[in-house]
């Protein structure tokens, strides 16, 4: 018995030793190979994660040393417009139908009375949205949310300029917008859509164009030109869209099929600053009727017509004149078939309609209007009149 247990362990002593050998043979070579290829420093890329490389240097020995090189941790950097990253919060709120019923359950502000979303203009509760936003619903039906608080409606003021809504709520201490200029709304320019509170997509402006037809004439005294961007995903009316500064620069009108169809805020300001200071939105009345030159698609011989510009016509469709009588453009001997491109020194390229320009001259100014008449180029120089354009919402 004791033969028998001393050959096994002989056995097993010559088995782990041959194992030994080939372990630091196939070592050996393993540690020079390594050390042919591996002449300079090696140093491996940073992988996603947060763990640190390593850093191998060879010694006079075959086998390469291994040590820690500690790398500075860069932040995130945010996918969102800098401004809202920088301030932590953004201007909106939401709008929903006001629930009915007492219970918590009852209470709940789910997705399916969601009207769309307004964003803050004052610290004192005004708000702006679009008209599609609370239509078909009154003021008293509708509640107000942001920052898991609720308020309610004091009044509401429709601009039928733009189609925009003034709202004056019971929130306080929210942070005011900051409006983007018409120059950058352009084909191609990145924009963010905030989908949810919050929450934001980026997008890109597709174009430019007029709110309804390209031969349909439009009033000098409606902002018609309407932001399109092209986009997968649904949005509420009132959606803000918002440059990379964080600067608002149209508000969701419609969204069908993938194309989002938004409301410029070019008269909004202007718009407001009248409410505040009059009680109601008074802009500057022109009077002409006229179909935009730069969205218009026209067969064969344009007859001497410019490529942008405000042609004033007569509307068939619903027969009114292409210039409104006793209005300033009446006064100023305008006709129908002028061509107006310029407003002082606002040029009319394409870049605004011309309610949009007039939205930003306040009733009473006196301009200079560029008019092309035949192959005349005539300077008319009138008064710009007065028009209300707000109507109080119940």
Not at 78 to 83: I, Q, V
Not at 283 to 303: E, F
Not at 362 to 384: E, H, N
């Amino acid at each position: 018995m004791v033969v028998k247990i001393m050959k096994q362990t002989i056995t097993f002593l010559l088995f782990s030793a041959l194992c030994g050998s080939l372990a630091g043979a196939a070592a050996g070579f393993a540690a020079s190979s390594f050390s042919i290829r591996t002449s300079q420093p090696v140093e491996w890329n940073q992988v996603a994660s947060s763990t640190p490389p390593i850093h191998t240097t060879t010694t006079s020995s075959t086998l390469p040393s291994l040590s820690l090189i500690p790398v500075e941790r860069r932040a995130i950097v945010p996918l969102l417009p800098p401004e809202f990253a920088k301030r932590g919060s953004s201007p909106s709120v939401a709008l929903y139908r006001k629930p009915v019923g007492n219970l918590i359950d009852d209470r709940v502000l789910t997705q399916d009375k969601l009207l769309g979303q307004a964003v803050a203009l004052t610290t004192d509760g005004w708000l702006v949205t679009t008209a599609s936003a609370v239509q078909n619903v009154k003021l008293s039906e509708i509640t107000v949310w942001r920052g898991g608080v609720s308020g309610s409606i004091e009044k509401g003021i429709i601009d039928h300029l733009s189609q925009t809504v003034f709202l004056k709520t019971t929130l306080r201490g929210l942070p005011a917008a900051a409006f983007a200029r018409i120059q950058d709304l352009v084909p191609g320019a990145a924009m963010w859509v905030e989908s949810d509170l919050e929450t934001f997509e980026p997008q890109v402006v597709t174009g430019l164009m007029g709110r309804s037809t390209h031969t349909d004439m439009t009033s000098s005294e409606f902002a018609s030109r309407r932001l399109l961007l092209n986009g997968p995903s649904r949005f509420a009316p009132g959606t803000p869209i918002w440059d990379p500064n964080g600067s608002l620069v149209a508000l969701m009108e419609t969204n069908t099929e993938g194309l989002i169809q938004a409301i410029p805020v070019v008269a909004v300001a202007a718009s407001f600053n009248s409410l505040l200071l009059e009680g109601e939105i008074h802009h500057a009345l022109l009077g002409v009727h006229a179909m935009d030159l730069s969205v218009s698609r026209i067969h064969g011989d344009r007859m001497a017509l410019p490529s942008a510009g405000a042609y004033i016509r007569d509307d068939k469709k619903t027969s009114k004149l292409g210039i409104v009588k006793d209005s300033p453009a009446a006064k100023a001997k305008l006709k129908t078939g002028d061509v107006i491109v310029r407003v002082d020194r606002d040029i009319l390229d394409g870049t605004a309609d011309l309610g949009e320009v007039l939205s930003e001259y306040k009733p009473g100014s006196s301009v200079t209007l560029r008019v092309l008449r035949g192959t005349q180029d005539l300077d008319i120089s009138l008064v710009l009149g007065n028009v209300v354009t707000s109507e109080i919402l119940k």
